[in-house]
């Protein structure tokens, strides 16, 4: 019935299979955004929610959570500084990229939703980097006010399934 996607994930997900790939050092903003919304695509062709799609990236983090997730952005700056045209740091609400993505977005989920079926058909929710909080938790709030029978969520925490699963 609905699909939720956490962005963030998802983004360092393709980020790291370009690595694997070796394509990492000809990725750029747009391109990344387009990888990104191709794999969204076909997830949701794959899946088809019946009733509703929901799109979440991280906004403004709680403090402790900022310098841990600083540290991390850190260790990836200086691995791949050389390699890459993209800025893993980046990947933080209030950075340019993410406004950017943000835009992108809302402007490819109107395209979808007016030419494609399984788009048409379903309630889009999108929370982008200006909402606060990270994404798993808007993600569980929107979940919980919003229960379907049949709820997907694509994530690479592996903390948030232990979140999910307490919800059963």
Not at 4 to 32: A, P, Q, R
Not at 35 to 51: A, S, T
Not at 70 to 84: G, L, P, S, T, V
Not at 89 to 110: A, P, R, T, V, W
């Amino acid at each position: 019935d609905s699909l939720y996607f956490d962005m963030n994930g998802l983004i360092s997900d393709k980020l790291h299979e370009l690595e694997t790939d070796n394509l990492i050092d000809k990725i750029d903003d747009d391109k990344l955004i387009k990888f990104v919304f191709e794999k969204i695509d076909i997830i949701i062709h794959q899946l088809k929610p019946r009733k509703l799609l929901g799109i979440f990236i991280d906004g403004v983090p709680p403090k402790a959570k900022m310098n841990i997730q600083r540290q991390r952005r850190i260790r990836e700056f200086y691995k791949y500084h050389n390699k890459c045209n993209f800025k893993f740091n980046s990947i933080s609400s209030g950075s340019e990229f993410m406004e950017k993505l943000s835009k992108k977005f809302q402007d490819l989920i109107q395209q979808e939703k007016n030419n494609d079926y399984i788009w048409k058909n379903i309630k889009v929710v999108f929370s982008g980097p200006n909402v606060a909080g990270e994404a798993e938790n808007k993600i569980m709030k929107h979940i919980k006010e919003n229960y379907q029978e049949k709820t997907c969520v694509y994530t690479t925490d592996s903390d948030f399934y232990l979140y999910l699963l307490s919800l059963h």
